[in-house]
């Protein structure tokens, strides 16, 4: 097995043994046809090969109808692209778990989704992963006229792990004077890593998020990185104010609701145009399982979110 030389072999195997586990799982447990919430045939992804600097990775790419496409052309311009990045813990390699969000986006806004499938621990480590969707995001925007899409209208977000990478590629963004994402949606995040798990506490005896979770997490991906760091948690980057819109989601019984719920705040006291909504009776991930109302409700939102950025910046 491959790993990152900073992980001890015994956090390594916890976090192999959950890679293997977690495709099985989601195929058995989540997405139900319940939270299908598309209402146009979304073919299924093609795939691409992108370069970053640590080699290529590759990507899934949910196209619009080619009506959608049509229209969109017949206007004068090419489709958006969302870059969703996955969740997973920074550990499972799944981008097929967003199938359902992937397919509305799609379907009702008419864009691009492409999800790229970052590497993850336990074979390497933080920075990584922020590297390779930071590199795919620039490669997304330099793509457009090979692949179709309009690459100066691009957002960028993702639940939990892909949430946190999510606010790593627009504040690199930021740091090195790049394009910024149109908007951002971060989906019941983890931002703020040097909070202990004695701080991230849930009105449920055993939360999604429970404390060998983040010890896996902090163990692999995160070993040896410094928590303080602002691509490490990002609620203490000193640029949030220059953020774009930003959709914030949380879970009322989720163990991160609480520094999500603050970051939030933070962003609006910046002066950052905010969207927030704490979604009562669910835990972390409830946009991927039944009950369908609140996960209906959260999808929606993402796409009321990412639509309007998109009409604002044509």
């Given at each position: 097995?491959?790993?990152d ?39 299924a ?6 370069p ?37 813990g920074?550990?499972?390699?799944y ?45 997304v ?28 590629v ?5 740091e ?54 602002p ?33 939030a ?28 109302e ?21």
């Amino acid at each position: 097995m491959k790993r990152d030389p900073r992980i001890a072999w015994r956090h390594a195997l916890a976090a192999r043994a959950l890679q293997l586990t977690y495709p099985a799982m989601n195929r058995l447990l989540l997405l139900p046809p319940e939270v299908e919430f598309a209402t146009k045939p979304i073919a299924a992804p093609a795939t691409v090969r992108i370069p970053t600097r640590h080699g290529d990775i590759g990507a899934l790419v949910f196209s619009p109808t080619s009506e959608d496409i049509e229209s969109q052309l017949a206007d004068g311009r090419s489709p958006p692209v969302h870059l969703l990045i996955h969740g997973g813990g920074f550990i499972t390699r799944y981008p097929l778990g967003e199938g359902n969000v992937a397919r509305y986006l799609a379907s009702e806004l008419g864009c691009y989704v492409l999800m790229p499938d970052y590497r993850a621990a336990p074979q390497v480590c933080h920075p990584v992963a922020g590297q390779e969707c930071y590199d795919a995001y620039l490669w997304v925007r330099g793509s457009g006229a090979a692949h179709g899409w309009d690459g100066d209208r691009v957002s960028v977000g993702g639940p939990s792990a892909g949430g946190h990478l999510s606010l790593g590629v627009a504040l690199t963004a930021i740091e090195r004077g790049a394009p910024s994402p149109a908007a951002l949606s971060v989906e019941f995040a983890p931002v703020d890593l040097t909070l202990a798990n004695a701080q991230r506490t849930s009105t449920r005896s055993r939360p999604i998020v429970g404390d060998a979770l983040m010890d896996t997490v902090m163990n692999t991906y995160f070993a040896g990185a410094d928590t303080s760091h602002p691509l490490v948690s990002p609620a203490l980057h000193p640029a949030l104010d220059r953020l774009p819109p930003t959709l914030v989601i949380t879970a009322e019984h989720d163990t991160l609701r609480d520094e999500a719920d603050r970051f939030a705040d933070s962003l609006r006291r910046a002066g950052v145009e905010v969207t927030h909504r704490m979604f009562e009776g669910v835990d972390h991930g409830f946009i991927y399982h039944r009950p369908a109302e609140p996960a209906r409700a959260a999808i929606s939102l993402m796409g009321e979110h990412l639509g309007s950025a998109f009409r604002r910046s044509r």
